[in-house]
Nanobody, 122 residues
Framework: QVQLVESGGGSVQSGGSLRLSCAAS??????KAWFRQAPGNEREGVAV???????YYADSMKDRFTISQDNAKNTLYLQMSSLKPEDTAMYYC??????????????????WGQGTQVTVSN
């Protein structure tokens, strides 16, 4: 019942859009986040949504990405637009109960999805 499964990744051209989904059954009331990791890079926080619906974004993603959730469908989304080659990475959804150590700190999240690849070409 408790699981996270990402989908929606793919290849797009620079400037294009993509929407990622994360099936997140069993995590109502949890903080949810999107992270990404490119080869050779640290895992990087992208966006976070609080149980009350407040959203937060990394500076480089703000105004281009939108995190949202559909509680009825137990699904988390990441709508991405104006994509750049540097957005190329594996994207992961995650859930945590109380990320007091920092909402963009991977270790604060207890459950992770398997990741979905996003590739942005010039």
């Amino acid at each position: 019942q408790v699981q996270l499964v990402e989908s929606g990744g793919g290849s797009v051209q620079s400037g294009g859009s993509l929407r990622l989904s994360c099936a997140a059954s069993g995590y109502s009331g949890y903080y949810k986040a999107w992270f990404r990791q490119a080869p050779g890079n640290e895992r990087e926080g992208v966006a976070v949504i609080y149980p009350n619906g407040r959203t937060y974004y990394a500076d480089s993603m703000k105004d281009r990405f939108t995190i949202s959730q559909d509680n009825a469908k137990n699904t988390l989304y990441l709508q991405m637009s104006s994509l750049k080659p540097e957005d190329t990475a594996m994207y992961y959804c995650a859930a945590g109960r109380s990320p007091w150590g920092g909402i963009f700190v991977p270790s604060q999240y207890t459950v992770w999805g398997q990741g979905t690849q996003v590739t942005v070409s010039n």
